[in-house]
């Protein structure tokens, strides 16, 4: 067979993914053979409307030989889903659809022992409703993943949230030493795997300037107990930061991951520094999963004006 080929689920069938996929292949910086589980008919109409001319290879998803991959061709293992057009609005009607996605993908990952794993973006009303929080911890549930942890990775700088898509007034809850042993764990283990180096890492204090004016916060009761404890067994690691000023210039440079305490405390200074420049990679699951740093984007539909650089670096770091 080769090189390992990346499996891909084009996610939300009503989405910018099949756009900047589209835009990723044509770019071809990559040499893995790829195999993307969509709608055969969803994908021909985006093709033509967006005006992308690919050739197209079914597989049978049955098959545990995949010989006849063409790295010319998109490798397609079809899953059947019915529209009236293409561009429609997100609703809840495709969720058959996804799920079934993704558990052809994990199927085919488990039968023959693949290890890359792509996935476009979901709408988390639409999909989940409320079920589970997001993809990562969808994807801990059917892959019987204890322990997983999110990690936004630019070469330059990771951040990792705590608490992933969780409600504010919720977070101080699930703040614990024990998910912060977790989380440097899984962080340290996956640089050490892929980099062979001890990550640098930077945690954040929940409260403004890590103070409050009650007793007993999260800082004093969890936070710092746990850094003390994680720098008794030699973690680089250093805390809390205040969150507004740990992504300043002068502190940047010293730390090649920023733990946060919830989604968009770290979120959002990534994706100020580095745009689309950075993927979404969950640790802790039996495979490498990425995802491209955006949403489905339903404002942007049909209209070819999207940004494909999450994917085209999700594509190169499985490629090696």
Do not use: W
């Amino acid at each position: 067979m080769g090189k390992e080929p990346i499996i891909i689920v084009a996610g939300e069938p009503n989405s910018v993914f099949l756009e900047i996929f589209f835009k990723s292949i044509k770019a071809k910086t990559y040499k893995s053979p790829l195999i993307i589980i969509v709608s055969r008919k969803l994908l021909k109409d985006q093709m033509r409307k967006l005006g992308f001319d690919f050739k197209i290879n079914d597989i049978n998803k049955k098959l545990k030989d995949f010989s006849r991959l063409d790295n010319n061709k998109i490798n397609l293992v079809n899953v059947d889903y019915s529209f009236n057009k293409c561009f429609e609005k997100i609703t809840s009607k495709s969720n058959k659809y996804i799920n079934q996605c993704f558990i052809t993908a994990l199927n085919i990952i488990q039968q023959n022992n693949f290890s890359k794993f792509i996935n476009g973006p979901i709408s988390k009303k639409s999909f989940l409703k409320g079920k589970t929080l997001g993809i990562t911890e969808y994807l801990s549930n059917k892959t019987k993943s204890n322990e997983v942890a999110m990690l936004i990775y630019n070469k330059c700088l990771a951040v990792s949230p705590l608490t992933t898509h969780l409600a504010l007034k919720d977070v101080h809850k699930k703040i614990t030493k024990q998910k912060i042993y977790t989380q440097v764990n899984l962080i340290n283990k996956f640089y050490k795997t892929r980099f062979d180096k001890l990550p640098r890492i930077a945690i954040t204090g929940l409260n403004p300037h890590c103070e409050s004016n009650f007793q007993n916060s999260e800082e004093d009761k969890v936070i710092i107990p746990a850094i003390k404890k994680l720098r008794l067994k030699n973690n680089k690691i250093n805390g809390p930061f205040p969150a507004d000023t740990i992504f300043t210039k002068s502190l940047l440079t010293k730390y090649d991951v920023i733990i946060g305490m919830y989604h968009d405390q770290v979120l959002t200074p990534m994706k100020a520094l580095f745009d689309f420049d950075a993927i979404n990679i969950t640790l802790g699951l039996p495979f490498t999963r990425i995802s491209p740093d955006h949403g489905p984007n339903y404002s942007m539909l049909g209209k070819n004006l999207s940004n494909p650089k999450s994917l085209m670096k999700a594509l190169k770091f499985l490629d090696k």
